[in-house]
């Protein structure tokens, strides 16, 4: 069965992987007030995508672009449901993905535009620092321990989840900024319902995340 993305994401968020604030609207009001944050300690209107199947919008910036926007993919589609999310800056953009293979097992694999590397399930320290300093070795920008550090953390909480989660495949695409990170999206596949064990506190399944705060808000 396909786990809804709003799921998915929040399943992430539960193992303490950094997603991009998102919500399924049905309205352009519902967009529009996602966008002006009103809960938020500083409601500011903020810059949001539309997301409806395959396609994306761009930033939307004001209340009639977001009106249009909504107006566009309500009529090119069978549905009024849509995702909306937070736009996230530029940055590096690669693919961290998992699947139970009937021959290979159990693999995660971690992709960028030069490079692609996978390790056996369970991860652990070592298989991290393996797909990290494979994944630095072909992207010289932001090269440095606490780059790396960063990337194998995020790693293992991805395989904590795997682990636990009964998903049999995913791929979640994720924005490296400076000293941070962003899950944009994510695709999942599991036999049943989600399972998420109870997360008994935040570095439950990370020893290495201790060494890592990631910058801006969470």
């Not at 791929?171 to 008994?200: G, I």
């Amino acid at each position: 069965m396909n786990i809804e993305k709003i799921e998915a994401l929040k399943a992430l968020k539960h193992y303490g992987v950094h997603t991009a604030r998102s919500r399924m609207v049905d309205s352009p009001e519902a967009a529009i007030a996602f966008a002006e944050r009103r809960n938020a300690p500083d409601p500011r209107f903020m810059p949001i995508l539309l997301r409806c199947g395959d396609e994306t919008s761009d930033a939307l910036e004001t209340e009639d672009a977001i009106r249009r926007a909504f107006e566009y993919f309500a009529r090119s589609s069978s549905t009024q449901q849509m995702l909306a999310q937070e736009v996230i800056g530029s940055g590096t953009d690669i693919t961290i993905a998992g699947r139970t293979d009937p021959d290979d097992g159990t693999l995660i694999e971690l992709r960028g535009a030069k490079h692609r590397a996978q390790r056996m399930m369970p991860l652990g320290d070592a298989g991290a620092e393996f797909l990290a300093t494979n994944f630095q070795a072909h992207h010289h920008h932001g090269a440095d321990d606490k780059a790396r550090r960063m990337i194998e953390n995020l790693l293992l909480r991805v395989s904590a989840f795997f682990e636990d989660s009964g998903v049999s495949e995913f791929s979640l695409r994720v924005r490296l900024h400076e000293n941070s990170y962003t899950v944009l999206d994510a695709v999942m596949n599991a036999p049943k319902a989600l399972h998420l064990k109870e997360r008994l506190d935040p570095h439950a399944h990370d020893r290495k995340a201790a060494d890592y705060h990631p910058a801006g808000r969470e």
